[in-house]
């Protein structure tokens, strides 16, 4: 049987910088790392709110992104 322990988690919040010169989206990706394994999607989403509101561009969207170790 295979047992996981946690490694590591970031947040990773995407911003919208508008459109290229062909009409494309142009996205930013900021990660803030150091995260607890504890933390929930609402906690997550309010502090990702917070840290948006220190930019000018608008959050697209957020990501949790955890590292497991896994060992057999």
């Known amino acids: 049987m295979a047992v996981s322990e ?3 988690a970031s ?5 919208d910088l508008g ?10 990706v900021k990660a803030y ?3 607890t394994e504890a933390a929930g999607a609402t906690q997550i989403y309010e502090v990702a709110v917070v840290l948006a509101d220190f930019g000018t561009k608008p959050m697209m969207l ?3 992104q955890s590292g497991l170790n896994i060992f057999a």
């Open 62 to 64: 957020v990501e949790k």
């Open 33 to 35: 790392h150091n995260v």
């Open 6 to 8: 946690f490694k590591s």
């Open 11 to 15: 947040i990773r919040c995407t911003f």
């Open 19 to 28: 459109l290229d010169s062909k009409g494309k989206p142009k996205k930013k």
